[in-house]
């Protein structure tokens, strides 16, 4: 008992279904009594019906006895119709007395009908029955017969009428009690649903009405909202989750506050810190020396760490030390001390050497080496190592007043600016070394194209002159007056091909169209030799990178310088073009010369030489057709494949 009182407090269907089965059974209760109520009026209705009728028959029997004559019997019509009326009579009152669930017929149970109708039987059974058998059995009336059960029947229908009269107030009484019980059914109803609505109120529209509101609250953005606890059924474990659910979001919420905010300082450290590497990277990478570029590094990320200075050494492999190449915020003492430290003597040294980073607390970790930058007033100091995936060049210092923490992101971007600054001093250097090569590249063209020209003029010239020392001490003033035209000849030859070199070697060649380049130089060729050009140019294609024009020309001045000085010529043709591939050919009508034997004295025509290396630097096919008094035709093809973008 105590366990279902308990569960009829604590679940919501156990009330549910308690307060349903309560109405069900009430109404039940009631309906079932109305009904039982109209099944007894309608067995009350036959009842009287049927009462009603004993006196009919009563009447009836009482009627053809009263109109036979005194001195007969009763004719056989007569008797057949009270034999009738006596076994309907007795019927009904066998019904009355039991009752009839068919039709159905039902005499109420109280007593006084009870007495009233076995009265009535008696009186039936005494006065009626036994004399009805002798007049059905041929007995003679006499006189006062008649008037015996005129007075008989009189007494018999007083007897049915007051059963009658009590079954109508019975009935009336019933009736009485079924609309009193109809009425209450209608009361009950209603009292019975506004209970409903209440409790139903109470227990599960209130509940769920407070739970809304607090989502509602909670969709607002309101999570201190919190729902009271009433009882202990299932809203009552709702409501307590609910509000479990308001911590547990709150507590959510304000942790969420405070992450976002952490995130959002987070990422503008991080955009702060892409801002620092993008402007670093911008600036490092523009054409500077090494000074500039690491002064300007230094300039960057010195404030943006809140650092009081910092230095950029460079590892020189070759004496096994690191020297200073810019310093900020650092005295000058102190600088004069790092200006070349063997690897590994100090802190710095070493952390060069070992190409980590590293951060030291001057305080905490106190040697002799940190006496300067104690005395600077330094008391952390911050290595980072310059180098990239294969090579390190060095180290740059950050050199704090205050107590400094090296957090993780930023010993990431450090270490970044560190590698972005050794790609810079890595291309730097990279692109000084292409320019010496280049440098000892056209040295070599140079000495070349004055081997070609001015050394052999010279050579030239230098037999001449011992040859005319020869005749003046022989006095041979023929041979004198012979050598004297060859020696001027051969002073004009050189001084032609030095000021042609001297004008190749001064000519600028810039981002002008390639037909107007190409022109410039046959202008040139055609003033010094006065040797008539024709030249046709097709620039349909897409321009040609800066090496690929100069390379170009270069070879072009080689040609018509040739041909100036061997061909012999009258006519020059020049076509250049530019399509999907480059093609230059060159064509003079000269002398022309046998391939083969050029081929076997090549270091006396190095002109050919030049060329080809030219051609090759830019990856063209250089080929040279040419027939002994056929001129020479020279040819330049750049494939598209081969061509560099503009």
């Known amino acids: 008992m105590a366990t279902l009182i308990d569960t009829l407090k604590t679940r919501l269907t156990a009330k549910i279904t308690t307060m349903l089965l309560v109405a069900l059974v009430f109404a039940l209760s009631a309906i079932g009594y109305t009904l039982w109520l109209s099944w007894q009026l309608e067995g009350a209705a036959a009842a009287i019906n049927d009462s009603g009728s004993l006196r009919m028959r009563a009447w009836k029997i009482a009627a053809i006895i009263n109109h036979t004559p005194a001195g007969q019997a009763l004719n056989i019509q007569d008797k057949k119709v009270i034999q009738q009326a006596r076994i309907a009579f007795e019927q009904t009152l066998a019904e009355l007395h039991s009752g009839d669930p068919q039709r159905p ?154 992450r976002v905010a952490e995130k959002t300082e987070r990422l503008a450290q991080k ?70 430290q063997t690897l590994g003597s100090c802190f710095c040294s070493t952390a060069a050497k070992l190409g980590k980073t590293a951060i030291n607390n001057l305080d905490s970790h106190f040697s002799p080496h940190f006496s300067h930058c104690l005395a600077a007033g330094f008391k952390v100091v911050l290595a980072i190592p310059i180098q990239t995936a294969d090579k390190n060049y060095g180290i740059f210092n950050l050199h704090f007043s205050h107590h400094r923490d090296l957090e993780d992101d930023e010993k990431l971007l450090m270490e970044t600016l560190g590698q972005q600054l050794g790609v810079a001093i890595g291309s730097q250097r990279l692109t000084s070394h292409e320019k010496e090569l280049a440098i000892i590249e056209e040295r070599n063209l140079v000495a070349q194209g004055l081997h070609d020209s001015i050394v052999q003029s010279l050579s030239f010239l230098n037999i001449q002159l011992q040859l005319l020392q020869n005749a003046v001490k022989n006095q041979q003033i023929s041979q004198i007056e012979a050598i004297i035209p060859l020696l001027k000849t051969g002073v004009q030859q050189g001084y032609e091909d030095l000021r042609e070199l001297m004008g190749n070697f001064r000519t600028r060649y810039d981002d002008s169209q390639l037909e107007a380049a190409i022109a410039a130089v046959i202008r040139r060729f055609t003033e010094q030799s006065q040797i008539p ?114």
């Open 271 to 340: 955009n702060r810190h892409l801002s620092v590497l993008y402007d670093i990277s911008q600036h490092i990478n523009r054409h500077q020396s090494l000074e500039e570029l690491c002064r300007s590094f230094l300039q960057r990320i010195v404030p943006e760490f809140d650092a009081a200075g910092g230095t950029v050494r460079l590892i020189d492999k070759n004496a096994d030390r690191v020297y200073l190449v810019v310093d900020e915020g650092i005295p000058p003492s102190l600088s004069q001390q790092m200006q070349c």
């Open 533 to 646: 050009v024709t030249l046709t140019v097709d620039n349909s294609g897409q321009p040609l990178a800066n090496n690929e024009r100069l390379q170009i020309l270069f070879i072009l001045q080689e040609a018509l310088s040739n041909i100036r000085k061997h061909a012999q010529c009258t006519q020059v043709k020049v076509r250049a073009l530019n399509r999907a591939n480059f093609d230059l050919t060159i064509e003079d009508n000269g002398i022309g010369f046998d391939p083969q034997q050029v081929q076997s004295t090549a270091q006396k025509h190095i002109g050919l030489n030049i060329m080809q290396e030219r051609a090759s630097r830019i990856h063209a096919q250089f080929d040279i057709h040419s027939q002994l008094n056929q001129g020479t035709t020279i040819k330049l093809h750049l494939s598209q494949e081969q061509r560099q973008k503009a």
């Open 105 to 258: 017929l039902f005499l109420p149970r109280q007593t006084a009908i009870q007495q009233q109708l076995l009265q009535l039987e008696h009186n039936w059974q005494q006065n009626f029955a036994t004399q009805l058998d002798q007049l059905l059995a041929g007995q003679i009336f006499v006189a006062h017969t008649a008037s015996d059960w005129q007075r008989q029947t009189i007494d018999l229908v007083d007897s049915i009428h007051q059963t009658v009269n009590l079954i109508e107030e019975e009935y009336a009484r019933q009736t009485f009690w079924l609309r009193s019980s109809q009425m209450m059914l209608i009361l009950m109803a209603l009292i019975g649903t506004l209970v409903m609505v209440i409790l139903l109120h109470l227990m599960i529209v209130r509940p769920v009405t407070n739970l809304h509101q607090g989502l509602q609250q909670m969709t607002n953005g309101d999570f201190n909202v919190r729902l009271p606890i009433e009882g202990q059924d299932e809203f009552a474990q709702l409501t307590a989750g609910f509000n479990a659910m308001a911590n547990e979001l709150q507590q959510l919420y304000v942790d969420l506050e405070q």
